[in-house]
């Protein structure tokens, strides 16, 4: 019977570490996982807030900048600087906007006896064209 009862003690003094081990390092496995798992998600959230940020940010000041060039516009007429029944000088004053804002396409406006003028890159990177339609152009 001692004997017995010693195997008995022997394997569960085995076999009680060795679970409580098992239990130990599939908890901190188990742990560590849902950290990694926590950090990731937080890590993918401050990545998606900071381009989406920026991405406003960006677009912000895209559609910003054709309501400030009209601003200025409105204000070179209203002192006198900008005389739009003088095409050229009008050509050659939205050539010059169209050469400060490099990201612009075409400045342009119209007239309502059918006169028209506008600037615009002719390809990027190649230059800026000025185009009259007027009677003094043959339209």
Partial sequence: ???TFCQFRLRTALAVPFLQIFAAVGLVGYLSFRNGQKAVTDLANQLMTEVSNKTDRHLDNYFSTPHHIN????????TGLLNLDDLDLAGRYFWKQVQAFDHLGWISYGLSDGRFICAGPVRTGKGVTI?????RTNR
């Avoid at 601003?71 to 007429?77: F, L, R």
């Avoid at 185009?131 to 009677?135: M, Q, T, Y």
Wanted: net charge negative; aromatic share 0%; glycine share 0%.
């Fill in 1 to 3: 019977m001692t004997s």
């Fill in 71 to 78: 601003q200025i516009d409105i204000n070179a007429i209203a």
């Fill in 131 to 135: 185009d009259e339609l007027s009677a």
